[in-house]
């Protein structure tokens, strides 16, 4: 059985620019979260999505932004990217909201 | 704020020796607490996870304890290996919301041949 797969696993861009991030959950599990991870800061919780429904949202700024799409992929999406945003960015699926959470290897992003 | 906090940031062990690593909650309201690993690279693979309702449990060389009344739990590694050198993490949750976890800072366990 595939893993939680996340696209691009590294990515550069500046200040100012905007970027989208995807993850492709494990077949058959429907809920789906993404979370930030950086050195200072740790894992922090951005977003958990069910059935194409957010649930939750983390302590981010509007700029920070997400969907899930029918097929139960999702993506997010960050606008006006600040340094401060360089970090690595994981996504999580299970089977349901009360489900054990699988993690991808995450989506590198580095804002210069 | 910090609803979990962990100790401590970086450990070392010998080989064979036990690992501790503890963390402390805030939110009563948390039920459920895993602990997940993460090796350079990779993303957080879940290792053992419990409930409020027991306080002790164990999958093979990993034990979680937990004291409810304290707010406390750690987990143990008994017969630390080499291969064990990872960044160990606890979490909490509440009930039915497991996509939002509270993660601790982490701690970072090296393990000496």
């Known amino acids: 059985k595939a893993g939680v797969t996340q696209t691009p696993r590294y990515l550069i861009k500046t200040r100012g620019q905007q970027v989208t991030l995807s993850c492709s959950p494990i077949s058959g599990h429907r809920s789906v979260s993404w979370y930030q991870q950086t050195p200072g800061q740790g894992l922090q919780f951005l977003f958990e999505?069910?059935?194409?429904?957010?649930?939750n949202k983390g302590n981010f700024p509007g700029r920070f932004s997400g969907r899930q799409f029918s097929n139960s992929r999702s993506e997010m999406n960050v606008s006006t990217l600040e340094l401060g945003d360089s970090a690595l960015y994981l996504c999580?699926?299970?089977?349901?909201?009360?489900?054990?959470?699988?993690f991808g290897e995450g989506s590198r992003l580095t804002v210069l | 704020q910090q609803q979990v906090k962990q100790s401590p940031q970086s450990l070392i062990v010998q080989k064979g020796g036990i690992s501790i690593i503890n963390c402390a909650y805030e939110?009563?309201?948390?039920?459920?607490f895993p602990w997940y690993q993460q090796f350079p690279g990779k993303g957080p693979a879940l290792l053992i996870a419990i409930r409020p309702d027991v306080s002790e449990k164990k999958e093979g060389r990993f034990t979680i304890s937990f004291n409810k009344s304290a707010k406390q739990f750690s987990l143990h590694i008994m017969d630390s290996q080499p291969g064990d050198s990872a960044t160990y993490f606890c979490a909490a949750s509440m009930e039915g919301s497991q996509g939002n976890l509270i993660f601790g800072k982490g701690t970072k366990l090296s393990v000496k041949p």
């Open positions: 939110n009563t309201a948390f039920d459920y």
């Open positions: 999580a699926s299970s089977p349901t909201p009360s489900g054990e959470l699988f």
């Open positions: 999505y069910f059935s194409e429904t957010q649930r």
